[in-house]
């Protein structure tokens, strides 16, 4: 899925090309993190904050 | 054919792996540990998986997961005995010192008072880590008493019971690197150096990637690590001590390779889609009371590397 989104952080404008439901994009303004959360239509919102238990 | 893909994000490694499935025609579903339930009574719905891919970025998820499905009987990549040995630092230098591994010396101490004692024991400089925890996070190298003080203070006042487990290791001069190789079934498919002006050289804190060569001696204490910790898909963390050589530092069970991919070309996501899929048709070809250890747990015994 492709198009424009706004970041509910700092309302900047992303275009996103071919992204996947669930993935983690990084808006080119603020550099918060997003989640893509839905696909149709096209919503990213604040992805989760890391926790103490998150790694490799 | 069938396979679960366990994930907390979908991250650049999540969407390399969707594509390395997709090119092998598996069938495969995305499972969001966040929308989860288990019913531990009723893993019906779980059994239409030849394997489960675990990629939590969650520790405690993966592993919980992990001990769900393998009690079931359903194999897992990583197994949660795996998970459970490598989430955990302290676990980790256990099961290598148990193999005869090298790492760096490890104290462990549980009040501030025996902590500080065990750091004087060892000597300045000592490096202070959490026993759960990564990406380089709360990592403290401590260069005299002073610093020993205000730190064992601090972790004590953390929230979780864990800080107050006082896991100090030697601290090793590296050259201004160390090398994370990575080590799928019983092969070292590549490493690279992870370089950094910094004492901690994660590439989570800006350590750069550069080609580390796979010699024969790298490759045999990287296969000894990955055995002792159960075997799998692992990323093996190595430090080159000046007078001792390769050392063990860490050994991650759902490693990210973004960085590797495009440093080495080698094509990871790939060879951990083909691993997977052998641990399926293992589970598939083989009666089900005689599971490979360290692929199908839930008998409780520690972790037994079978050759692949």
């Known amino acids: ?50 926790e103490e238990d998150w790694g490799e | 054919m069938k396979i679960g893909v366990l994930l907390s994000r979908v991250r650049v490694e999540e969407k390399w792996l969707f594509e390395a499935l997709d090119k092998r025609s598996v069938k495969h579903d995305r499972i969001d540990d966040r929308e989860v339930k288990f019913d531990v009574a009723q893993p019906e719905p779980w059994l239409s ?46 099961m290598l ?81 160390d090398i994370r190789a990575f080590v799928i079934g019983d092969q070292t498919v590549c490493a690279i150096y992870r370089t950094s002006p910094h004492w901690i050289t994660n590439t989570a804190r800006g350590g750069q990637g550069l080609v580390c060569p796979v010699t024969p001696a790298l490759n045999a204490i990287c296969i000894a690590a990955a055995r002792a910790v159960g075997g799998g898909v692992l990323a093996i963390d190595v430090l080159e001590d000046p007078q001792r050589g390769y050392l063990i530092n860490e050994v991650n069970h759902t490693m990210e390779f973004h960085t590797t991919v495009p440093t080495t070309g080698v094509d990871i996501p790939g060879m951990i889609v083909d691993h997977t899929l052998a641990v399926a048709r293992r589970k598939t070809d083989r009666p089900a009371l005689t599971p490979m250890a360290h692929e199908v747990s839930g008998n409780g015994k520690v972790p037994q590397l079978v050759a692949t």
């Not at chain 2, 993966?62 to 998970?83: D, E, H």
């Not at chain 2, 024991?121 to 002073?146: A, F, H, Q, T």
Request: glycine share 6%; aromatic share 6%.
């Open chain 2, 97 to 177: 010192q148990k193999a005869n591994v090298p790492q760096p010396r490890v104290k462990v101490a549980f009040t501030p008072e025996s902590a500080l004692d065990a750091i004087e024991e060892l000597g300045y400089p000592v490096v202070l880590k959490p026993i759960v925890g990564s990406w380089g996070r709360l990592l403290s190298k401590i260069n005299d008493r002073e610093a020993a003080e205000a730190v064992l203070e601090h972790k004590e006042t953390l929230g979780s019971y864990q800080h107050s487990i006082f896991y100090i290791q030697e601290y090793i001069t590296k050259p201004g690197r």
């Open chain 2, 49 to 94: 998986y030849d394997v489960v891919l675990e990629r939590s970025i969650s520790f405690a998820r993966g592993l919980y997961a992990t001990q769900i499905l393998n009690a079931w009987g359903i194999p897992t990549v990583n197994t949660s005995q795996v998970a459970a040995v490598c989430g955990d630092k302290l676990t980790t230098t256990l």
């Open chain 1, 1 to 50: 899925m492709s198009g424009s989104v706004n970041c509910p952080e700092c309302e900047a404008t992303l275009n996103l090309k071919e992204v996947v439901q669930g993935e983690i994009v990084v808006c080119p303004d603020c550099g918060i993190d997003l989640e893509v959360i839905e696909l149709s239509p096209l919503t990213v919102a604040l992805a989760p904050m890391e």
